[in-house]
């Protein structure tokens, strides 16, 4: 059952000390006025009473800091929240527990878990997270605050199951990789599970993302291979392209009739010029290719 919260409003603190103020000055004048006249057990006892009940109301007055809220509860019953701050007096009778509704930075453990792909990985997040039913947070869970450590925890773990932890595909959505769409989900699954507790997360992001250690060194070197190819690729990509350049624009001039032997040479060593990681070491040929 979900507990709906009602903000209430109660007296003015500055106002009602004043009253009662002025009810002690009139209690203290009448105890001399009853002492002036004679014993009288009839008018000792009901100032007693009025005493007492002027002393209990004295505990009525309660102060309020800015985005501080206090729920008030009779005898069980929940009566009303008061989030305006400052001086204030409500029935002497009311507890009257404060929420703070301040944004509040919790930094969740590391964990341990394994991606989509079951490849076990650590990861961590800080949440940024506020109350905003007072009702919900006091009264639907035991303890709203180890509420919201366990869920995140969990809403983790989960996440990090959707998802792998790097791409071997163009486009596919990654830990590593994809960090907005993934704090995103993240704070969509955590506001889903904090509504419970009249919680409201305001963002989600990951402060830890690494392989686990026993992979840690294996999934480096593929990722340094995968690097290797790609850069590979692109610089073949480039050659290629400057070698079909050269022999387009040497046709086009008529600088230097080649046939099929002289061009695929011309390549060959355009190539190996182009694709070697190391500088090329000229060799001056004085024979022929036909001698």
Same mark, same amino acid.
């Given at each position: 059952?979900?507990?709906?919260?009602?903000?209430?409003?109660?007296?003015?603190?500055? #106002?009602?000390? %004043?009253? !009662?103020? @002025?009810a002690? $000055? =009139?209690?203290?004048?009448?105890?001399?006025?009853?002492?002036?006249?004679?014993?009288?057990?009839?008018?000792?006892?009901?100032?007693?009473?009025?005493?007492?009940?002027?002393a209990?109301?004295?505990?009525?007055?309660?102060?309020l800091?800015?985005?501080? #809220?206090?729920? %008030?509860? !009779?005898? @069980?019953?929940? $009566? =009303?929240?008061?989030?305006?701050?400052?001086?204030?007096?409500?029935?002497?009778?009311?507890?009257k527990?404060?929420?703070?509704?301040?944004?509040?930075?919790?930094?969740?453990?590391?964990?341990?878990?394994?991606?989509?792909?079951?490849?076990?990985?650590?990861?961590?997040?800080?949440?940024?997270?506020?109350?905003?039913?007072?009702?919900?947070?006091?009264?639907?869970?035991?303890?709203?605050?180890?509420?919201?450590?366990?869920?995140?925890?969990?809403?983790?773990?989960?996440?990090?199951?959707?998802?792998?932890?790097?791409?071997?595909?163009?486009?596919?959505?990654?830990?590593?990789?994809?960090?907005?769409?993934?704090?995103?989900?993240?704070?969509k699954?955590?506001?889903?599970?904090?509504?419970?507790?009249?919680?409201?997360?305001?963002?989600?992001?990951?402060?830890?993302?690494?392989y686990?250690?026993?992979?840690?060194?294996?999934?480096?070197?593929?990722?340094?291979?995968?690097?290797?190819?790609?850069?590979?690729?692109?610089?073949?990509?480039?050659?290629?392209?400057?070698?079909?350049?050269?022999?387009?624009?040497?046709?086009?001039?008529?600088?230097?009739?080649?046939?099929?032997?002289?061009?695929?040479?011309?390549?060959?060593?355009?190539?190996?010029?182009?694709?070697?990681?190391?500088?090329?070491?000229?060799?001056?040929?004085?024979?022929?290719?036909?001698?």
């Open positions: 059952m979900v507990t709906n919260e009602r903000e209430v409003r109660v007296m003015n603190g500055w #106002a009602m000390l %004043l009253l !009662l103020l @002025g002690g $000055v =009139g209690l203290a004048r009448w105890f001399v006025e009853v002492l002036g006249s004679g014993p009288n057990a009839t008018y000792i006892i009901v100032w007693t009473l009025a005493t007492m009940v002027w209990t109301l004295l505990a009525g007055f309660f102060t800091q800015p985005n501080i #809220a206090a729920v %008030l509860v !009779l005898f @069980g019953r929940y $009566v =009303g929240t008061v989030k305006t701050s400052g001086f204030h007096w409500a029935n002497p009778f009311y507890s527990p404060r929420v703070s509704l301040r944004a509040r930075n919790m930094n969740a453990e590391k964990i341990k878990v394994n991606d989509s792909r079951g490849n076990p990985i650590e990861i961590a997040a800080v949440i940024v997270w506020r109350v905003t039913n007072t009702a919900q947070a006091m009264f639907d869970v035991d303890d709203f605050v180890h509420y919201v450590m366990v869920q995140s925890e969990s809403a983790l773990r989960h996440l990090a199951s959707s998802y792998a932890y790097d791409s071997t595909e163009e486009g596919q959505l990654t830990l590593r990789g994809s960090m907005d769409e993934v704090s995103a989900t993240l704070t699954e955590l506001q889903e599970r904090g509504g419970k507790a009249g919680v409201r997360v305001d963002e989600a992001r990951l402060s830890h993302l690494a686990a250690p026993e992979i840690a060194h294996a999934m480096l070197q593929r990722q340094q291979a995968e690097a290797i190819v790609a850069a590979r690729t692109r610089i073949v990509d480039g050659a290629v392209g400057m070698v079909e350049m050269a022999l387009e624009r040497l046709d086009r001039h008529s600088t230097v009739k080649l046939d099929e032997e002289r061009r695929a040479a011309m390549v060959s060593n355009l190539l190996v010029v182009l694709c070697g990681d190391r500088a090329a070491q000229p060799v001056v040929n004085t024979g022929t290719l036909y001698s």
